[in-house]
């Protein structure tokens, strides 16, 4: 697949796809049905021990986890289509909250591309009007 142009998938036939496929490949065995982790890290919060995102997603589930941690390379398994449509319904994960979640392992993920928060105008605090005569110097 063409890393440069991977854009998650957002329809609703993709998103339930992919969770038909992470229900069927076992993806529940390591991280359960509502992404909360066991064996696996957790996909419910934002960190990540390979970086989140669709792109990084997409990555792991095609070569598979670190090391000796048991997660294969999917992209024998599973064609492009497939893989991007598991890493789509990954992200559905994101800002829930699973009924007994594992410990957060990983670093907080923050998208590069992503936009700036805009920083927040300061209102100008209004200019007070002092009558002259009514200061006094010491």
Known sequence: YDAANLVALTDQASIQKGKELFTSKTCTACHLDDGGGSIGPNLADEHWILGGGFKN????????????????????????????????????????????????????????????????????????EIDSAAVTMN
């Open 57 to 128: 997603i997409m990555n792991t589930l095609a070569k598979g986890g670190r090391p000796g941690k048991g997660m294969i390379a999917w992209k024998q398994n599973l064609k492009p289509a497939e893989i991007a449509q598991v890493a789509s319904y990954v992200l559905t994960f994101q800002g829930t909250t699973a009924a007994n979640p594992k410990a957060a392992e990983g670093d907080i993920w923050v998208d590069p591309n992503a936009p700036s928060p805009a920083t927040p105008v300061q209102e100008a605090t209004p200019e007070m």
